[in-house]
Nanobody, 119 residues
Framework: QVQLVESGGGLVQAGESLRLSCAASGRTFISYTMGWFRQAPGKERKFVAE????????NYADSVKGRFTISRDNAKNTVYLQMNSLKPEDTAVYYC????????????WGQGTQVTVSS
């Protein structure tokens, strides 16, 4: 059974930083692209960032480019999202997800971690 557990969320002020972690188990971590998504209250879930299996390709939503950095540690089966210069509009529940290298869709999701940025 695949399990993704996010952690690291919290309440911060605008301009501060947070680092989210997502620990994966139940599948061969290195075989999957890992992604971060977020969902603000009353809005659809949106893509934030993704990183390919070896970490050589990283993609970001325009809204977070230059502020967020995604990384992964395949030895620890963990993906990270370093979030700097946080803004109130970054407030959302953040989810990690896995995407098999042979597909274009994310298939397993974590339970999410809340990030709240006050102005």
């Amino acid at each position: 059974q695949v399990q993704l557990v996010e952690s690291g969320g919290g309440l911060v002020q605008a301009g501060e930083s947070l680092r989210l972690s997502c620990a994966a188990s139940g599948r061969t971590f290195i075989s999957y692209t890992m992604g971060w998504f977020r969902q603000a209250p009353g809005k659809e879930r949106k893509f934030v960032a993704e990183i390919t299996t070896s970490g050589d390709v990283r993609n970001y939503a325009d809204s977070v480019k230059g502020r967020f950095t995604i990384s992964r540690d395949n030895a620890k089966n963990t993906v990270y999202l370093q979030m700097n210069s946080l803004k109130p509009e970054d407030t959302a529940v953040y989810y990690c997800a896995t995407k098999p290298s042979w597909t274009t869709s994310y298939d397993y999701w974590g339970q999410g971690t809340q990030v709240t940025v006050s102005s």
